[in-house]
């Protein structure tokens, strides 16, 4: 079996799943402050399927929902990464990057952190053109994360999610779209600074 690339950032690790994150998967797929913007709350056989299909995701392409955890600290704290959503709608196929982190760890940069390193995996490993994300529009947390990272939302993208009922109280969704062209030059914005210093040091 392919092997599961691990991804740092300077607080966190994106790593394999383990048979022993599935306790505290379930506690906060069971979690109503967690799923409120989801569908519904998880029990726990609900909650192990779920860990199991993001497992066979990374096997199937080798990318995926990587488990979080805090170095040196708590060892599962949820899942941030990529997928390929499985539904049709007028963006698919495509690349979506999600997250969904205990309420315990929220209002740290947790996930913004741990989606930068997602995304550049993407664009620099990955090589992909484009990157989605997809919310309702009262999840105000996920999308800031979404404007955090650099992603844009056009209203034209607006969509109706096609795996729930019509009149669901979920059913509209945002789309927020980040291309690799976008995310290159914020990267060299961002890295500028650094390297004009490096060649002014002697
Ligand atoms: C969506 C979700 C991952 C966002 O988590 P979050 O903690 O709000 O987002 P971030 O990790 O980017 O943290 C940002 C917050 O940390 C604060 N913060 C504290 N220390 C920080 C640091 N060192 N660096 C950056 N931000 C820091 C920021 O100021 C910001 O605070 P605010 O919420 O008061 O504005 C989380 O709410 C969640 O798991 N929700 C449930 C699942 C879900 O809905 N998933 C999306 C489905 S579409």
């Known amino acids: 079996m392919p092997e599961i690339p691990v991804l ?18 379930a506690a906060l797929n069971s979690d109503p402050q ?15 399927a779920m860990a199991a299909r993001i497992r066979e995701h990374f096997n199937d392409h080798q990318f995926g929902l990587w488990a979080v955890e805090v170095a040196g600290g708590v060892d599962f704290i949820g899942f941030v990464g990529l997928c390929v959503p499985k539904f049709e709608a007028h963006f698919t196929p495509c690349v979506e ?12 940069g947790y996930a913004t952190e741990a989606a930068r390193t997602a995304l550049e ?8 053109e484009q990157i989605v994300s997809m919310t309702v529009p009262a999840n105000r947390r996920s999308w800031q994360v979404m404007q955090r990272l650099g992603m844009t939302r056009s209203p034209d993208d607006d969509f109706d999610h096609p ?7 979920l059913k509209r969704h945002v789309l927020y779209r980040l291309t690799q062209a976008q995310w290159s030059s ?13 060649i002014a040091t002697p």
């Open 8 to 25: 740092s950032t300077p607080r966190l690790r994106l790593r394999e799943w383990r048979d022993d994150d599935l306790p505290a998967f």
């Open 34 to 48: 967690v799923m409120e913007f989801l569908p519904k709350l998880l029990d726990r056989s609900e909650s192990d």
């Open 97 to 108: 990057i999600g997250w969904r982190l205990a309420a315990t760890h929220w209002g740290q």
């Open 121 to 128: 995996f993407g664009f620099r490993q990955l090589r992909l």
């Open 163 to 169: 795996n729930l009922p019509e009149g669901d109280r």
């Open 186 to 198: 914020a990267t060299l914005l961002r890295e500028l600074p650094t390297n004009s210093r490096n």
